[in-house]
């Protein structure tokens, strides 16, 4: 995802890294060669988990198999849910659902949003961009 954004293919201005799904508000500026970036982003963690698993846990790879006529392996789900965002009210609701997901009764991965690393929370909460694994760009600066 960093990779997409330092070249200018996306920006992203929340996010979330759950067990099991991942939440992102984001922004398509470019193709990244003939791709979408999404497009870029699910192929290249789609080989990555498949390469990790290889390597290190072969037994759960199975879970992922899939044998379509394009792949063998689905680590995505395939029709993502996806929302236009066109508020600033929008937005925001967004970005605080999305944060306050590890803290949820179901996950309880931290007590307050700030506090889960893979997050874009501790980001908002300080402002400091070494305060979060993705490249973020301020969500409030678009509105």
């Known amino acids: 995802m960093n990779y997409l ?7 992203v201005y929340g996010y979330v890294i759950m067990p099991n799904h991942v939440h992102l508000i984001w922004k398509a500026i470019k193709l990244n060669g003939k791709e979408k970036p999404h497009h870029s982003f699910l192929k290249y963690t789609s080989h990555s ?11 759960e790879l199975e879970n992922y198999y899939n044998n379509t006529s394009d792949r063998k392996f689905n680590f995505w789900q395939r029709d993502p849910l996806a929302v236009k965002i066109f508020t600033e009210k929008i937005a925001f609701e967004k970005l605080n659902y999305i944060h306050k997901n590890p803290c949820q009764e179901k996950w ?3 007590l307050v949003p700030e506090d889960y690393t893979y997050s874009s929370a501790k980001f908002y909460s300080t402002g400091k961009i070494e305060d979060s694994l993705i490249l973020v760009t301020d969500i409030r600066e678009v509105f």
């Open 49 to 59: 988990f498949k390469k990790y698993m290889v390597q290190f846990d072969v037994v």
């Open 108 to 110: 309880i991965l931290s």
């Open 5 to 11: 954004i330092r070249n200018g293919n996306i920006e």
